[in-house]
Structures are given as C-alpha cells and as structure tokens.
C-alpha cells in the first residue's frame, strides 16, 4: 500500500508522466463523453485525486506497518488532514501557474481538446 501510494502522490517526482498524468487524462475523457467542455476541468479533479489516492494510501499503509501497539483511528481526522493538505499543494501549483512562475506549453493544445 505504502508503493502504490508513494507511487501516486506528489512526493514522487517522477510519478506524473507514468501514473498521475494518465489517469487525470483518463479521467477527462470520461466526463468528456458527457461534455467536451468539462475535459479538462474533469482533468485536472483526476489529477487532485490521484494524489489524494497516493497520500492517504501511503498514510494508512505507514500506519499498519509501524502501527506497533493497535490503537483506536480516527479516520474523518485524517481524511480532512488529507483533504486539507492535498487541496493546498493544488493550489499552490495552480497559483505557481497562474503567475506563470512554471510553465506548461501543453496546456493551451489541451485546453482545446475535443473528443
């Protein structure tokens, strides 16, 4: 579990091109079947849980393997620790472009994307 979710979140730096980044692009052309407006804000939410996936995999996986003596989880507390972390390194990033501090050349040929 704690492969898998290292494998997924953002602490891995290699992991978009191979994992993150086709499953959002998967993601977007799902719910582009729906609409071919909603490709990539539907890409960029299968991005944000990919990673969100990939934490909470490598917390709890964490947690079983050095868990020690069992002790009571309080899971609605780290799913908002999750959900708060994983939300503002997503905006950051999306801050960071934003402010055209990174770059994604890419981007605009995918923001007119039709299926």
């Not at 953002?10 to 490709?39: E, K, S, T, V």
């Not at 804000?41 to 990673?51: D, E, I, K, Q």
Request: charged residues 15%; aromatic residues 14%; contains cysteine.
């Amino acid at each position: 579990m704690v492969l898998i979710g290292y494998l997924l979140s953002p602490l891995c730096w290699w992991n978009d091109l191979i994992f993150n980044l086709p499953i959002a692009y998967g993601f977007g052309r799902l719910i582009a079947c729906l609409h071919a407006d909603f490709f990539l804000p539907a890409a960029m939410v299968g991005y944000w849980l990919s990673n969100l996936v990939g934490i909470l995999l490598m917390q709890f996986g964490t947690k079983e393997l050095i868990g020690g003596e069992k002790e009571e989880r309080h899971w609605q507390k780290e799913l908002r620790n999750v959900l708060l972390s994983s939300t503002v390194y997503t905006l950051v990033i999306l801050a960071l472009l934003h402010f055209e501090v990174l770059e994604m050349p890419l981007l605009s040929s995918i923001a007119t994307f039709s299926p």
